[in-house]
């Protein structure tokens, strides 16, 4: 398998000759990377700029074209309707799903959960104001990302999605759903039903004290672990992770685990099958 990121939340798989992409944003998305596979799985895990701003503009790119009639598109309704609204692609390349339900294509099966979003805010009164004040001090930058979403179904539901491969191997990921407010009932359903080898999520700072808990629940083979948001907070000015540092002290915590983080855009992992 390879692992491929891309920034923010954009994550591409690709295991034989399949290519799941998550989320997948930005400049640094390009068809070059992504149309070798015979098989495309574009997830959306939620209808924020960073996830879901610049797909539609990728698919209806002209490099695209030949590559269409194998791009698979799955999410909630309301992304699908956003994304595919010119109708890009077939009715039969898209797949709007809601909890609980799956969808198999090239014979890999992709199931949705869903979860609730990280928190914007620190906890703590003067930790709020502080992050407020950067942004305040940023307005244009502010106003330019709240208008990123004026068009987007920012509403839609959060989905994370479960992917079991023919040769056994299960990935899941939470996307941005693993924090200090996530419900442990929602963690040990999705451990239940959806068990998996490779765990890929988002950590901020406010939330690193709670995620080993979610770690020992969910007890995967190997977690990724990222910032979904690294690049506002860099802008704003805002407290950040060492997430290798952070990792390291996973593994300390969880030797039965492997730890990885994806930090930089264009990282590319390989891995044996």
Not at 221 to 238: G, K, S, T
Request: charged letters at 20%.
């Amino acid at each position: 398998m390879q692992i491929h990121y891309f920034g923010w939340s954009g994550i591409s798989l690709q295991h034989s000759n399949t290519l799941i992409g998550f989320d997948l944003f930005g400049a640094a998305v390009a068809w070059d990377v992504l149309k070798e596979a015979q098989t495309i799985m574009l997830c959306l895990t939620h209808g924020h700029p960073e996830h879901a701003g610049s797909l539609q503009a990728l698919l209806e790119a002209p490099e695209a074209r030949p590559c269409l009639a194998n791009i698979h598109l799955i999410s909630s309704l309301e992304v699908i309707r956003h994304i595919n609204r010119h109708h890009i692609l077939a009715p039969e390349n898209v797949h709007p799903v809601k909890d609980g339900e799956c969808v198999t294509i090239a014979g890999v099966k992709v199931t949705a959960f869903t979860w609730v979003h990280m928190p914007l805010l620190p906890p703590g009164l003067r930790e709020k104001l502080a992050y407020l004040f950067q942004l305040l001090i940023h307005p244009l930058d502010l106003v330019r990302i709240g208008t990123l979403g004026l068009r987007l179904p920012m509403n839609a539901p959060q989905l994370g999605f479960h992917i079991a491969y023919p040769d056994g191997t299960t990935v899941l990921n939470y996307s941005e759903g693993v924090h200090r407010l996530t419900n442990p009932r929602e963690v040990e359903r999705v451990a239940r039903h959806l068990p998996s080898n490779m765990l890929f999520f988002a950590v901020e700072p406010d939330d690193a004290e709670i995620i080993p808990r979610w770690v020992e629940i969910l007890a995967p083979q190997e977690v990724y672990i990222y910032e979904a948001h690294r690049p506002w907070r860099d802008l704003f000015r805002l407290p950040f992770m060492d997430l290798n540092a952070y990792a390291r002290e996973l593994s300390q915590r969880f030797p039965q685990f492997k730890f990885c983080t994806l930090t930089r855009t264009g990282q590319v992992i390989r891995k044996e099958s």
